[in-house]
């Protein structure tokens, strides 16, 4: 049996998807790896042959045409048999104790029939020559048990269930009928969001699972990249908007209302200090028209963003752009 499909989108990724396999590779029989070539230019498609050739009870290779990171996650979940589904970037890597670990913990879970809808890690920020940064969640959710929206703390600002941290159960995944746009960049937003409104059971392990790479100059994270995407990532943003009313999805659940309005805000406050730093007329209208379309589209998220920290990122730029260079040094993100 495979207890974890890990799918890796792949696009140009000679250099760095070999260390990322090996890595996986450590989970044994116990794992099912699937390599999806997004149409690259370079030595991928040879690379993930090798693999799957090597390794047939444990890898597949998928090529297709290009259609970017979401198309390349739809891939994989379309051919995964695991019991549980994780996105890997094939320049990310996992921790082979941690794997262990958490294998072990849903071997438990299958064996008495209590599989959750989501299984959550931690996950590291690192970044070459600088400290590391743990992204943990042990004062947050209750831990090694399992749990559901009403035992769900309350998350700071800097804090959130990223495509890093989660693990869906695989058949719970696959019903919420979630597809990720194509030829899009930050789509592991809606991968982290739209399923969340139909979980009704959690499990986390405070094991340092993941370990996310940043820093290389043409990453999607990277600054300057991010305004020159900037359409994307409101693209993005519109879209989480658009999708559900918290209010209405969540109904009674407080916890889960909470949660949902955490992460639109957050999603505004990048949007809008990104359209800030540009300083461009063209971006600095899209943010004014951002503002405008979450108004329209909830008032209440609109309210709730507006008193909050996204809501200062829209005061003058010379005032929120040095307050974001500050943020910048203490939470030590790209």
């Known amino acids: ?61 998928i090529h297709k045409e290009n259609g970017g990171h979401g198309s390349g996650v739809n ?46 890690v931690n996950y590291v920020y690192e970044k070459e020559g600088k ?40 058949d719970f995944l696959k019903s919420t009928g979630i597809k990720l746009p194509e030829h899009t960049f930050y789509v592991d937003n809606i991968f982290a969001y739209f399923p969340l409104p139909k979980v009704k059971t959690m499990y986390y392990l405070n094991v340092d699972f993941y370990r996310y790479y940043i820093g290389r100059e043409d ?34 659940n407080k916890h889960m209302i909470k949660y949902l309005v955490h992460y639109l805000d957050a999603m505004m406050m990048v949007s809008t200090i990104l359209c800030q730093v540009s300083g461009t007329k063209e971006n600095l209208e899209k943010k004014k028209e951002l503002w405008r379309f979450l108004r329209i589209k909830n008032k209440k998220v609109y309210n709730v963003c507006y008193r909050s920290m996204s809501g200062l990122t829209k005061l003058p730029r010379f005032i929120s752009v040095p307050g974001y260079r500050i943020a910048r040094k203490i939470y030590k993100f790209n």
């Not at 396999?21 to 997004?38: A, K, M, R």
């Not at 998350?155 to 693990?167: A, G, N, R």
């Not at 300057?224 to 969540?250: C, H, L, S, W």
């Open 131 to 170: 400290r590391k940064k743990v992204i943990r969640y042990n004062k947050i959710l209750p831990e090694n048990k399992i749990f559901n929206w009403e035992e769900f703390g309350s998350f700071k600002k800097d804090k959130y269930l990223l495509m890093h941290s989660i693990i869906y159960q695989t």
């Open 1 to 61: 049996m495979k207890y974890i499909t890990f799918a890796i989108p792949c696009y140009n990724s000679e250099s760095y998807m070999e260390h990322c396999i090996e890595t996986l590779l450590s989970g044994g029989e116990d794992v099912e790896i699937i390599l999806v070539n997004d149409g690259s230019q370079d030595k991928t498609k040879d690379i993930a042959n090798k693999y799957a050739k090597k390794y047939p009870s444990i890898i597949k290779a």
């Open 75 to 120: 891939k994989g979940l379309e051919y995964a048999t695991g019991l549980y589904f994780k996105v890997v970037d094939s320049d990310d890597l996992v921790n082979e104790e941690a794997l262990q670990e958490v294998l072990k913990t849903i071997k438990n879970l299958k064996k008495n029939k209590k599989l959750v809808d989501m299984f959550i």
């Open 219 to 252: 990453q999607s994270v990277n600054e300057k990249v991010m305004i020159g995407r900037i359409d994307q990532q409101i693209f993005i943003t519109k879209t989480m908007i658009e999708f559900f009313n918290p209010y209405d999805e969540a109904k009674n």
